[in-house]
């Protein structure tokens, strides 16, 4: 009896030690498994630049210096004159190593060895583009887009001074007053607008890896003058995008308002205006933009070249452009012509025909722009525009609801400066 007992007990025992040590067994396992699974989650992401996973090279940074040759360069990052010579040689049509310019960045990219064995050498052509030279594949080389993203903001800002100081006062770059210049440009006067004037904006800006660029896109907008406020709502329709009003009537017309992006007039259309050169009265039957030098100066309507001359006693270079039977347009004290225009040329609306300068009788760089109805000068302000085709039956309700919608958010926007949203076109 005691035997058994003692047999039973020991079974027991047995079978304690043996299910506690196949549970720690198994516990371990699990424990194992998830150090496995939380080592494998620490897993760092890959840091893609230049299209190469640049953490698991070395990388040495420069930047082009005035006058500098890329052979210069080349030399500095440890090239000798064969390698130099090689990577020279690649086809102009990808890299003019003729054009490098002062301030672009460029890099030499190397192995983590003890040799530092050169792999990429990568010259940043501009914002978006870089072209890679593989050193380790007979110095190939390609030219490559960097990615780029589009991200929308909105802005509403009342003019106290000029558009252009607004748009700094709201912290919003004055490059989207040239923007509004464009949409508006064929209704609203902006030479001629007042304090108080009112602005909003929907609009869109491009980045580069964090860098914003300054190209925009607008995705609508309004400008309130006199209590009359003006929307522009883009639409496509027949494979053109236009920005029309609220009733469907284009914004665009035949004629822009003004001959040149966003200055200032320094002298107004009049039948007795003291001139400052001949110290007399005399009549100006123009409008004077005042602009820089070399300011590009635009067709304000397609039309046909009827001249393109110098007058030494007067307007300088002139251009002068016939519209159709009733309009000509002439466009004086340039200083110099686009290239390639000559009489006889057709022009497009808003094509360069040349630029800002001071030549003839002129005291300063200003565009002197005037315009003849039917033979007889009339102020530039003035003249008449019939608007482009309006919305085709089709695309009214389309573009109605399109409208309203574009409405209601400019009308939301707040008389200040607001941060970019979350979304993100790419």
Not at 97 to 105: E, L, S, T
Not at 300 to 320: C, D, L, P, R, T
């Amino acid at each position: 009896m005691k035997i058994k007992r003692h047999i039973g007990l020991s079974a027991i025992i047995l079978f304690v030690i043996t299910t506690i040590a196949c549970c720690t067994s198994g516990g371990g396992n699990t424990l194992s498994e998830t150090e496995e699974s939380a080592d494998s989650s620490k897993v760092e992401p890959v840091i893609t630049k230049y299209g190469l996973p640049i953490d698991n090279y070395n990388t040495y940074y420069d930047t082009v210096k005035l006058r500098q040759t890329i052979a210069e360069i080349l030399f500095d990052f440890g090239f000798t004159a064969q390698q130099i010579h090689r990577l020279t040689q690649c086809p102009d049509s990808i890299f003019d190593v003729r054009k490098i310019r002062p301030g672009q960045a460029c890099l030499l990219v190397t192995e983590k060895d003890s040799a530092a064995t050169p792999c990429y050498f990568i010259y940043e052509e501009s914002p978006k583009t870089y072209i890679t030279f593989d050193l380790k594949n007979n110095y190939h080389a390609t030219r490559n887009n960097k990615p780029v993203e589009w991200r929308e903001s909105e802005v509403a800002g009342t003019v106290n001074s000029s558009l252009w100081v607004s748009m700094q006062e709201n912290g919003t770059s004055p490059l989207l007053a040239v923007e509004m210049s464009h949409i508006f440009g064929w209704s609203v006067d902006f030479f001629g607008i007042q304090k108080g004037d009112e602005y909003r904006l929907i609009y869109e800006q491009e980045y580069v890896e964090e860098t914003p660029l300054n190209n925009y896109r607008i995705v609508a907008a309004s400008f309130r003058a006199s209590d009359s406020t003006i929307y522009a709502i883009p639409y496509t329709q027949e494979n053109e995008e236009l920005f029309y009003n609220i009733d469907g009537n284009s914004l665009e017309g035949a004629f822009l308002k003004a001959p040149l992006d966003y200055y200032r007039i320094s002298s107004r259309f009049s039948n007795s205006r003291f001139h400052p050169v001949l110290r007399r009265y005399r009549a100006h039957h123009g409008v004077d933009y005042a602009a820089p030098a070399g300011t590009p100066v635009y067709a304000i309507g397609s039309g046909k070249v009827i001249a393109k001359a110098f007058q030494a006693g007067g307007g300088g270079n002139y251009v002068k452009i016939k519209h159709n039977g009733t309009y000509t347009t002439t466009y004086m004290h340039l200083s110099r012509f686009a290239k390639g225009l000559k009489v006889g040329d057709f022009v497009k609306q808003k094509q360069v025909i040349g630029y800002v300068g001071s030549t003839g009788i002129s005291t300063g760089p200003h565009l002197d722009f005037r315009v003849h109805e039917n033979g007889k000068p009339i102020n530039p302000l003035t003249i008449k525009s019939q608007p482009k085709k309006p919305i085709s039956d089709s695309c009214r309700a389309e573009f109605n609801i399109l409208c309203d919608s574009l409405v209601k958010r400019l009308n939301g926007i707040e008389n200040a400066t607001i941060e970019a949203t979350d979304f993100i076109r790419q």
